[in-house]
Structures are given as C-alpha cells and as structure tokens.
C-alpha cells in the first residue's frame, strides 16, 4: 500500500492504493486504534475505486488479479500495536467480509467509487480494522465507523437519555426514565430502543407536582409553577378564612390589609 492523492469533482484526497499483481500478493493496511466508546455494535462504511481485471493483457498477471479485498478486525484492551503485533496473518484477525467491487472502471479518468458498509458487535474496549489486498488494483479512499443511539427524548415529563444500540441487529435495549423537574412518578418509565436507534412502547411516566402545571397546551416536557392571582410581585402571601392577606414589611412594622377575596368559602 502507498499513499497518494484522489481527485473527485474538483476535491483531492489523501488515499491508500495498491495495485501489485504478482504471486502470492498479501497486503494490509491497518486502521488505527478505535475505542468502543460504550456502544456495543460498530459500523464500518468504505468508500473505495476498484480497477477491472480484464484491463491486463499479460495472462500471468491476469489469473492473479481481483476485483476485491477483505475487512478484518481485532479487538484489544488497549492501543498496542507496532509494526509487528498484531501479526499479519488470518489466524490472528477475526474475517469480516470479502468487499466486492459492485462497480469497476478501466480508465483511471474515468473512476467509479464504490460504498459499502458492514458491522461486527464488540465486547472488549477498542478495536483495529484491516484491509486485505491479495491482488486487487483499488483504492481505499475513505473508512468511517460509528455506532448508532437512540436520541434523548422527552415524553410523558420523563427525560430518556441516549442510549446505545444493542449487540445485534435485532437487540432491543430497555431504558428507564427519570422525571423532569417539579414532576413525579405516576407510574415506573421506560422506553424501548431497538438496533436501528428509533425508540419504541413508551410505557408509565411522570406528571407535574401539585402547584405546577405544564408548560405550554399539550406540552409534556416541562413543568411551570401555577399562576396565582394572590401572588403579587416582592410580597408575601398567607391565607386565613378564605381571605388572601398580603403581608407588606415596613421599618419592622407589619401592616396586614385584605386584598380580595378569592377563595370561596359557606359556613352552615
């Protein structure tokens, strides 16, 4: 493998490329150390031109041509790896897939790039992907890898946080919700996210304490405290006998006086 620059549409490019048709061509190209970063699935998308075999005219280099490379990993504790570890050989790489070209070019001018993409689940820390060349004229011009999350949400005044996606495809992950502020708990919260990081069941959630409403009509994300008639600004209320009574402090002197009456009482 070597470095060098890829021209797309008007942008260039620092890619990987290998074109070395002899007997038994066995090129890697590592990746370099990724920590899981707690998601329990990774994604690998590669982007990648791909030169067509019947392009050499020599027999020999013909037979040994491809139209594809592997996708390999090992999965680590740490970043150690060097020039020697680890080893170079398919015994210590875990084999993902064989990337074929779905579409090939002759005329380098004329380049086609390729995308595709797979996932593998992960259980130790961090991870090294490779790419092994036994043939191929192609070049590597890009590799992204992530995961996928279910996004925060906010349902029911209960705040679900992010939340990775399971070890398979088809996992589906039980999160628990907490209450917003000035909210409790009618019934336990929880939310389900499944492997493509949409949420699913919303079951239980929270509502607003007394003395606070929701924010907003139909809001059930936020909860305010109540508008009282007897609240007025830098003064302090108490009630007594249906009466609100304002308590107005004036050089340590309190002075009550009856507002208005807006509490409803009857006496029998």
């Not at 092994?132 to 011009?141: L, V």
């Not at 699913?200 to 909860?223: F, H, I, R, V």
């Amino acid at each position: 493998w070597r470095e060098a620059s890829f021209n797309s549409q008007g942008d260039v490019f620092r890619v990987y490329t290998v074109c070395n048709l002899v007997s038994q061509s066995d090129n890697w190209l590592r990746l370099p150390y990724i920590d899981r970063n707690g998601a329990n699935r990774l994604y690998v998308e590669i982007q990648f031109t791909m030169r067509r075999c019947v392009k050499y005219p020599d027999p020999q280099r013909l037979q040994q041509c491809k139209e594809s490379f592997q996708l390999k990993y090992y999965e680590a504790e740490s970043d150690f790896a060097n020039s020697e570890r680890p080893t170079w050989d398919s015994d210590t790489y875990t084999h993902i897939d064989v990337i074929a070209a779905d579409k090939t070019f002759t005329d380098i001018d004329e380049s086609i790039i390729n995308t595709e993409t797979r996932d593998i689940a992960i259980t130790r820390r961090g991870v090294y992907f490779a790419i092994r060349d036994q043939g191929a004229c192609t070049t590597i011009i890009s590799v992204r890898v992530y995961y996928i999350m279910c996004p925060s949400v906010i349902l029911n005044f209960t705040v679900f946080p992010n939340t990775t996606t399971g070890p398979d495809r088809s996992s589906i992950i039980q999160q628990n919700g907490v209450c917003v502020s000035h909210a409790a708990m009618e019934k336990p919260p929880s939310y389900l996210c499944k492997g493509d990081g949409t949420w699913s069941l919303l079951t239980g959630g929270c509502k607003c304490m007394p003395g606070y409403e929701p924010d907003g009509d139909g809001n059930d994300q936020a909860c305010k405290r109540k508008w009282n008639p007897c609240l007025p600004s830098g003064l302090v209320l108490f009630s007594f006998l249906g009466f609100c009574f304002l308590a107005a402090v004036v050089v340590d002197v309190v002075v009550v006086v009856v507002v208005v009456v807006t509490l409803s009482f009857s006496t029998q």
